[in-house]
């Protein structure tokens, strides 16, 4: 105990004791490190989808006779390998968050693709990505599911009401958390789907009817989620102001889009030999892929920005017990 003397009285500072309250810190704390842990395998399961996204672009475009991606081609290759691998070293630290047969599908669908890869046919070689990308995608929105809800809600056995002041807040974090872990990786894998089809096409220059009903069904799925990322964005730039810095350039890449979809199709989607250039369809696409997927990591960077925010908050505001 120290005393102390202010305008001429006696002021006594007792030193904080053992709290019988505190186990909460504790449960708080596993919580937080359980949403970190979601938060850090959400980033890599990002760029693992990016690396597994160009690999199937590079690899159809080759199966069709463009060489120009060879060397890069084999870099990315070992490059994916080691993401999963990573993927999996985090999941077995992360408590559960990825089931152990998810680990296992995804350790499978890998080993079906990479293994001679090369003797596959081309429809097998793309519906193999898709098919672990889908998986991907599906792993990505279940642990987005694991930071919906507020922590000190998920601690408490009869979580309160949504306070009117949190609303606001408590709205903004949901719709990021759609925007970036759901809606925009879906509209990325349709573009991705868009360049492996249109290498393809363009390498081996000619579409049969098979891959020509694929291509046709993926840009009418991406038109028509674009006009949702649209109505999404504006939402967003409502109430977000300039928290997401590079939202304003999606607007001008969707012109970027637009070109892309045209050029397909009048290059690609028609009767008759093909004239399209098989990298310059890849590398549209893998521009604007890669600008949609630095959105995604900004928005990522800014949910966690409130993860930790809200630790601050649940201390200043006095929730916790004292």
Not at 227 to 248: A, M, V
């Amino acid at each position: 105990m120290k005393s102390g003397t202010m305008n001429g009285q006696t002021s006594v500072h007792i030193a904080p004791t053992d709290n019988a309250n505190s186990e909460i810190y504790c449960r708080y704390y596993a919580v937080y490190r359980r949403r970190q842990n979601a938060l850090n395998l959400i980033r890599q399961f990002n760029r693992t989808i990016k690396t597994a996204q160009r690999h199937r672009g590079m690899s159809m475009g080759m199966l069709g006779g463009n060489e120009f991606f060879r060397e890069d081609f084999n870099q990315l290759q070992a490059q994916l390998e080691r993401r999963i691998l990573l993927l999996q070293a985090m999941a077995k630290s992360s408590e559960g968050l990825l089931s152990e047969r998810d680990q296992q599908n995804l350790q499978s669908a890998w080993v079906t693709i990479s293994r001679d890869w090369q003797e596959d046919s081309v429809i097998d070689n793309y519906e193999l990505h898709c098919h672990m990308i889908e998986q991907s995608l599906a792993m990505l929105a279940a642990l987005s599911r694991q930071l919906e809800q507020p922590i000190h809600h998920l601690l408490e056995d009869n979580p309160p009401e949504p306070e009117t002041s949190s609303y606001p807040s408590r709205f903004k974090h949901l719709e990021v958390l759609h925007f970036t872990t759901r809606l925009l990786p879906a509209v990325v894998e349709q573009i991705g789907r868009i360049r492996a089809l249109g290498t393809y096409a363009a390498a081996v220059g000619f579409l049969d009817s098979h891959h020509d009903s694929k291509l046709r069904y993926v840009i009418q799925c991406t038109r028509v989620n674009n006009e949702k990322l649209r109505h999404q964005i504006k939402r967003l730039e409502g109430i977000l102001d300039q928290d997401i810095g590079l939202l304003s350039q999606l607007k001008s890449y969707e012109l970027k889009l637009m070109f892309l979809l045209n050029m397909v199709e009048t290059d690609i989607l028609h009767e008759g030999a093909l004239n399209a250039d098989s990298n310059r369809i890849y590398n549209l696409a893998s521009d604007i892929i890669d600008v949609y997927l630095s959105i995604v990591d900004n928005g990522i960077d800014l949910i966690s920005q409130w993860h930790d925010a809200d630790m601050d908050q649940w201390l200043v505001s006095g929730i916790a017990p004292v």
